[in-house]
């Protein structure tokens, strides 16, 4: 760290680390063990469109690779707050369905980056369900590297007493963000409504 960054209190941004999401298959095995959650089958990525033709066709381009195989069609949907969410779906049964899903976010994020997007890219998440359905999602971050638990309740609120035991149950498998100002909501995000 630099005289002035030290002086200033400042310090240097994290660069967002994409193969940390392969850490999510592990994650999930915990998260079954320990809390009882299941991978709901369903993960999405997070961004800001950005005007233009180029971008266009790079979302296209990113959502017909991923349709060409045989799952689920990736779903584009726009939020309240004028961000994309491609939404990628699996098999939750499938032995491989977390990692499949892990793989197609990854190829998302990477694809976005690579076309100099990065800036743009917001989050990527993982929806989990207990067995009465209450879901919860882990959360990755892009521009701090990190991950958090989201466990959203009715009525805009959430159940931080299942966050922060997802956390400490995920703490082995994944960088969790230590600053729990940053564990911002996701409400609404697919995955995570009925």
Do not use: I
């Amino acid at each position: 760290m630099s005289f002035l960054r030290a002086l200033l209190g400042r310090s240097k941004p994290v660069k967002p680390d994409l193969d940390r999401l392969f850490g999510l298959p592990s994650a999930a095995v915990t998260l079954q063990a320990t809390a009882g959650l299941r991978p709901t089958g369903t993960g999405s990525v997070a961004f800001r469109a950005v005007e233009g033709q180029a971008f266009a066709t790079l979302q296209q381009d990113v959502t017909e690779l991923l349709n060409a195989d045989a799952g689920p069609a990736v779903q584009p949907l726009t939020d309240e707050y004028g961000y994309t969410w491609l939404v990628v779906r699996t098999d939750p049964a499938s032995p491989s369905g977390v990692g499949d899903l892990v793989t197609d976010l990854h190829a998302v994020n990477s694809s976005l980056e690579s076309a100099g997007y990065g800036p743009s890219l917001l989050c990527s998440l993982v929806a989990f369900a207990d067995g009465r359905g209450r879901p919860v999602a882990l959360v990755y971050l892009y521009k701090r590297g990190t991950f958090y638990p989201f466990a959203p309740l009715a009525g805009q609120r959430r159940d931080t007493a299942l966050e922060l035991q997802v956390a400490a149950a995920v703490g082995d498998d994944l960088q969790v963000e230590a600053d729990k100002s940053r564990w911002f909501p996701v409400y609404g995000a697919p995955g995570l409504t009925g």
